[in-house]
């Protein structure tokens, strides 16, 4: 397992993260195993969602596990908010922020976050609010830093012109079938869709402003199209490249597809959505896998991708 520091943070984190978003499918015995089996491959940093089951992803995770302090000091715990999905809008005022923090520690059994994400941009958000929310938390120990995800760079500016703390993550979406962090940036100036600025050059904000980014769906076509691993119908070139340079290494195509990504100099770490434990394992060999540069591009542009 590959490990390297978040700036700004006294943090050193795996560049492999177990998510807990789908955990309610399985039992307490078998969320403990999931657990185990992710501490004994080497990750220390698990995330979490207040919208993940209705909170109820955070409660299976402390109770499967056992939570108390001697395993407590063995995890990087990160957290998102920001969501009201009763009422389906997203809220970043002072109020909500505590109450869900508040919320979020009562069910992981524990005292801290290491991180706090917001989850979704708010378009109504007030900065001020949200650096009175982040300056109470602070303050009080139930948060040690703080991030966001899926923001763009004028989001973030804006965010920290108030806030006194340094963001230092960024969650967003990245996976072989899903790469518009990359695409604009190779295809400068060309007259193709591939060259739209889909993102407003998050990816080299991010690297310029030291904040790390976490790439979530990391086996996904798209915006929930399914995976595209063993999707032969639609990715057949980009399977069979995969497959390939996976049989050269001798690890899963699941390795391949996580190794893609961890390749990226900018320390990228990647958020497993898997409750299959031994997939959790196939994908932890991606962690370090040297993938050439030839290697990089040929996975790239068997997805569909143009290199000028």
């Known amino acids: 397992m590959k490990y390297y520091p978040i700036k700004n943070t006294n943090l050193n984190v795996s560049n492999i993260i177990m998510g807990n978003m789908r955990i309610t499918q399985l039992s307490l015995s078998e969320i403990e195993k999931l657990i185990r089996t992710a501490m004994d491959e080497g990750i220390n940093f698990f995330d979490h969602a207040d919208i993940y089951g209705g909170g109820e992803c955070e409660e299976l995770f402390s109770n499967a596990i056992q939570m108390n302090a001697d395993i407590r000091e063995k995890m990087i715990l990160q957290s998102k908010c920001g969501i009201n999905t009763k009422d389906n809008y997203f809220d970043f005022s002072k109020e909500h922020i505590l109450k869900s923090v508040d919320g979020i520690?009562?069910?992981?059994?524990?005292?801290?976050?290491?991180?706090?994400?917001?989850?979704?941009?708010d378009p109504l958000m007030e900065p001020e609010e949200v650096a009175e929310a982040f300056e109470e938390l602070h303050n009080s120990g139930k948060v040690n830093y703080f991030g966001v995800s899926n923001h763009n760079p004028a989001q973030i500016d804006l965010l920290?012109?108030?806030?006194?703390?340094?963001?230092?993550?960024?969650?967003?979406?990245?996976?072989?079938?899903?790469?518009?962090?990359?695409?604009?940036?190779?295809?400068?100036?060309?007259?193709i869709d591939q060259s739209v600025n889909r993102d407003s050059s998050i990816l080299e904000y991010c690297r310029l402003?030291?904040?790390?980014?976490?790439?979530?769906?990391?086996?996904?076509?798209?915006?929930?199209?399914?995976?595209?691993?063993?999707?032969?119908?639609?990715?057949?070139?980009?399977?069979?490249?995969?497959?390939?340079?996976?049989?050269?290494?001798?690890?899963?195509?699941?390795?391949?597809?996580?190794?893609?990504?961890?390749?990226?100099?900018?320390?990228?770490?990647?958020?497993?959505?898997?409750?299959?434990?031994?997939?959790?394992?196939?994908?932890?060999?991606?962690?370090?896998?040297?993938?050439?540069?030839?290697?990089?591009?040929?996975?790239?542009?068997?997805?569909?991708n143009i290199v000028p």
């Open 105 to 121: 520690l009562k069910r992981l059994k524990t005292d801290y976050l290491d991180i706090l994400l917001l989850h979704r941009p």
């Open 209 to 304: 402003n030291d904040i790390t980014i976490q790439a979530w769906s990391p086996y996904q076509n798209g915006f929930f199209k399914g995976p595209f691993l063993g999707d032969v119908e639609n990715f057949p070139e980009l399977n069979e490249v995969i497959d390939n340079i996976a049989e050269k290494y001798e690890v899963t195509n699941t390795a391949i597809a996580t190794a893609w990504i961890t390749r990226h100099p900018a320390n990228i770490q990647v958020v497993l959505g898997t409750t299959n434990a031994q997939r959790l394992k196939d994908a932890c060999k991606g962690s370090d896998i040297p993938l050439t540069r030839d290697e990089w591009y040929k996975i790239y542009k068997a997805a569909g």
């Open 160 to 191: 920290q012109k108030y806030i006194s703390q340094k963001l230092v993550v960024n969650q967003l979406q990245l996976s072989i079938a899903h790469t518009p962090l990359i695409d604009s940036g190779i295809a400068l100036n060309m007259n």
